[in-house]
């Protein structure tokens, strides 16, 4: 139960960071870009470094090699295949039909925060070191991904405060996912090491295909170079957290 109660608070703030776009509402669009690039590079190290130096290392020791290299792989296509056709990130063309968007959008972020409250049990229940650089890991995507979405939101006609009521009610799909986790693990067995590898899959897309394209987009040499600062800071940070619970 002590470690439910864990599971359960790492949810809770994962999700109440839904509500982050109402700290947004009043600031300078410019620093808004300029803050929301760092928390990209940061949020780039942070799934790179819990997918390589956590994610992985776990599911090899819990499963085959041979099984992991293709849940992860399964875990990249997986994602794609949401991102692709169910449109389950923020359109960064501005080229999609906005008002039936913003509903797949919804549905999309549904899915994927179930698959965030299923990671975060699975990795707490794996152990407290990795759930906790989990759980830090996915804080860092959601800052920016939920600011996106906020924006997606009200550009497709919600007012503000509906906005952010829809994004909070689509983030608590994660305490369903993480319940469904912690109950049925006794019954999952080996099973565990596919949904760290899948997840690690996945956050590899999401750095690599989301994220990192973002920052290449920066042609300032200074800019450049914080980014970088910051991507490295991200992953850093996750290598500390993991060597200090260790």
Not at 136 to 153: N, S, T, W
């Amino acid at each position: 139960m002590h470690i439910l109660i864990i599971i359960l608070a790492s949810v809770f703030i994962v999700s109440i960071i839904s509500l982050i776009g109402v700290l947004f509402l009043a600031m300078k669009e410019s620093l808004l870009n300029r803050i929301l690039l760092i928390l990209i590079a940061t949020a780039a190290g942070a799934l790179i470094g819990v997918s390589f130096l956590d994610l992985l290392p776990e599911a090899m020791d819990k499963g085959t090699s041979s099984d992991i290299f293709s849940y992860v792989l399964l875990g990249i296509v997986s994602f794609f295949i949401l991102e692709r056709f169910i449109f389950w990130h923020h359109c960064h063309d501005g080229k999609c039909e906005v008002h039936t968007f913003t509903y797949l959008n919804l549905m999309g972020d549904g899915v994927h925060n179930f698959i965030d409250g299923a990671t975060i049990a699975a990795t707490f229940l794996t152990s407290i070191p990795l759930g906790t650089a989990t759980t830090l890991a996915i804080i860092f995507h959601e800052i920016p991904q939920e600011i996106g979405d906020f924006g997606i939101l009200v550009y497709g006609g919600f007012s503000k405060i509906k906005a952010l009521s829809y994004n909070f009610l689509s983030a608590l799909a994660a305490f369903i996912g993480a319940v469904a986790i912690y109950f049925f693990s006794p019954y999952i067995g080996d099973s565990i090491a596919f949904l760290l590898a899948f997840a690690a899959g996945g956050f590899i897309y999401i750095a690599s295909a989301d994220l990192m394209p973002e920052l290449k987009k920066e042609i300032k040499f200074e800019r450049s170079i914080t980014q970088l600062a910051f991507l490295l800071i991200g992953i850093f940070l996750i290598w500390i957290i993991i060597r200090t619970f260790e």
